[in-house]
């Protein structure tokens, strides 16, 4: 039985059927393409479909790669093109609202404290390699998008040809159009954790080199920042109102106009960043929204990163989430000869824990990152610039011992899958 774009299907797995050689991934942003690297080294023919026309530049912004997610990068070949990306942001400076005095934070030292292997990277570049890495292998369709599938494996598109596949996996972010035919509207499974993101590509007036700076408030923070080789900067808007707000994800200036209510009274450099943001090539605004499933797998279609399990976006280290699950799923069909039945419990078997505790960790950080009180902001100021301050044996052993779970990808070791061996 078929399905429409507004409702939901039970895909059940065709019976019978193993080693699948046709899959098609709906998403060419980080797990798409992570994914579509593995499942082509365990020989199958893969299909990803994006709907954003090719390798669209829309300006995105830093995203962290913690050791886990770096360790699949290397496997995949692609570490030096990683680190030659890396931001370099080496400082950043925090100015709290009606103090005079500024912190400077090693930014270096502070990652060395949370992750022996880290890198922070703009998300367009990430996607632009992973692409780079893939193109050759696997078949890749802009422009267009999933309308609708079929318990039988068919696909629908708004713009190409129907066809079939044995496999489909929805790769397609926090809004996934793949969630949504297969397991019913997002709100069932969304939960608001309080607070609001922004970003907006503007000049960067300030020639950064390697310098965020910060302006932190109660239940507000506005930064800028930029990358090693870019010639243009960031503008970073976190801000918690007292209840959800009223928008549509279209209505780009009712976004532009929050913003302006929530960071109009500030003086300093926040008007014209605000000014700058009005006349943005590329802006991105979205809650902070936690997607809570109990499985992420229904009959041939599988999610995987931010469209199964996201944490809440820039509090839980998503991105590195992203990048573990895509290489766990692709290892656990290959392992499975390619048979979802067996693959994808163990598929969420294994990412289980690394999700909840990636989900409790965002839900804390959440409150911390944006403090609610003075004092709290004081504190998190203070208690940053500290731990950049010991050595960082002592760091690191700090943050293991709790800190709110901030060693967490730390702790994750990946599974060896020999199907997915050279």
Known sequence: MGTDATGPTSLGPAAGRRAPSD???????????????????????????????????????????????????????????????????????????????????????????LSDRHVEIMRDDLGAILYDATRADVEYVFDDRITGLSDDGVATFERAPERRFDVVIGADGLHSGVRGLVFGSETEYSHWLGGYIAVASIPDHQHLDGHMTTLLGVNRMVGLYSARHMTDARAFFLFRPDAELAYDHRDVPRQKQLLREAFGDLDGEVPRLLDEVDRAPAFYFDAITQLAMDHWTRGRVALVGDAGYCPGPAVGGSTSLAVVGAYTLAGELAAAGGDPAIAYPAYEAAMRDYVHRSR????????????????GAWMLTAGTSL??????????RLVALGSGGL???????LRHYPALAP
């Not at 731990?387 to 690191?396: E, K, M, N």
């Not at 060693?407 to 070791?413: D, N, R, V, W």
């Open 360 to 375: 409790e960790f965002a839900t804390t950080m959440a409150r911390r990152l944006v403090p609610g009180t003075r004092a």
């Open 407 to 413: 060693g967490l990808h730390e702790s994750i070791e």
């Open 387 to 396: 731990l950049t301050h010991l050595p960082t044996a002592l760091g690191r």
């Open 23 to 113: 899959v098609l991934i709906s998403g060419a942003s980080v797990a798409g393409p992570v994914t579509a690297y593995w499942l082509h080294r365990a020989g199958h023919h893969v299909t990803v479909v994006e709907q954003s026309p090719p390798r669209r530049r829309t300006g995105g912004h830093a995203v962290d790669l913690f050791t886990p997610a770096m360790d699949v990068i290397e496997r995949m070949g692609v570490l030096e093109a990683v680190q030659d990306h890396a931001t370099g942001t080496e400082r950043m400076t925090v100015r709290r609202e009606h103090a005079r005095r500024e912190v400077t934070i090693d930014m270096t030292r502070l990652m060395g404290a």
